[in-house]
């Protein structure tokens, strides 16, 4: 690979097309204000450089980014890329990454609105982010241990795994499909609300009015908090471990929780089975 060192770039399309770069401690600034630096190029590496203008990584193919800063200023990072790999990477410029594919991360911090919309096939471990409609319609999604807090999260998205994750937000997962989320934290109102095929196992949950017009869905000795109007009109089989608020009209399934302050039935339809099954004190012998 050609090596680029301890440079700055400016001017528009600074190196539109390249091939075969390893870029070291370069800055991309300057009063030029120039756009795409990196647009239409393949086989691209970005180590401990600055990028504080917009859309370097448009259309590139073999991309590589390390121990690396995107400023507030450098907005739509990554377009139309395929086959990145991100560490160690500040990605603060509004709406990051969109429509890529086979994307890995990890360790990276996001301050991103509109992050990841229509991606396939992402990665994502031990990082952070702030975003409001993250993840939007995006496919085959693998996240561990990440930290969101944002609105509107991992809306119509499909095909899940998350592992040991914290979600601070509200109305996530709206109309997801097939998710399975494995021990994690999930504080925010109107959670899951029209998602099909979600399965939550060992998880954390917290806030108002969850889980309402869901398909398959399965909820495996989960926590819940502040939880009340739960499960309206919803095909669900759940063990949950806490006593919750209310239940309110569950279309199917078998509903088992240790108590419930309040069961609504005012709708016919409601067939849903509730079964209060109380938790017993550990006996010693």
């Avoid at 806030?207 to 000795?221: R, W």
Wanted: proline content about 4%; hydrophobic content about 35%.
């Amino acid at each position: 690979m050609k090596s680029i060192e301890n440079q700055t770039f400016d001017q528009e399309r600074a190196l539109y097309g390249s091939e075969d770069i390893l870029a070291l401690n370069c800055k991309f600034d300057g009063p030029a204000d120039g756009e795409s630096a990196f647009k239409e190029s393949r086989n691209i590496q970005a180590q401990h450089c600055y990028f504080n203008l917009r859309y370097p990584f448009w259309h590139d193919h073999g991309l590589v980014i390390r121990d690396s800063e995107m400023t507030p200023l450098c907005r739509a990072a990554l377009w139309y890329t395929h086959q990145a790999s991100i560490e160690n990477t500040k990605l603060h410029g509004i709406k990051a990454l969109r429509e890529c594919s086979d994307i890995t991360m990890k360790n990276c911090d996001i301050v991103s609105p509109e992050f990841g919309w229509s991606v396939q096939n992402i990665t994502m471990e031990d990082s952070s982010a702030e975003s409001e409609y993250f993840m939007m319609r995006s496919e085959n999604l693998t996240f561990r241990n990440v930290h969101l807090s944002g609105k509107y999260s991992f809306q119509y998205i499909q095909n899940g795994e998350f592992d040991h994750c914290r979600f601070d937000t509200k109305d996530a997962f709206w109309h997801a499909k097939n998710v399975t989320v494995r021990d994690s934290v999930i504080h925010g109102e109107y959670l899951a609300w029209y998602s099909e095929d979600l399965t939550l196992i060992r998880c954390k949950i917290k806030g108002t009015q969850p889980f309402c017009y869901c398909k398959n869905l399965k909820l495996i000795d989960c926590e819940m908090e502040d939880a009340d109007l739960c499960f309206e009109k919803s095909e669900v089989n759940a063990v949950i471990t806490t006593p919750v608020i209310s239940i309110k009209n569950p279309l199917s399934g078998l509903i088992q929780v240790p108590a419930v302050d309040e069961i609504i039935r005012d709708d016919p339809n409601s067939k849903g089975e509730i079964q209060i099954t109380p938790r017993k004190e550990n006996q010693c012998a």
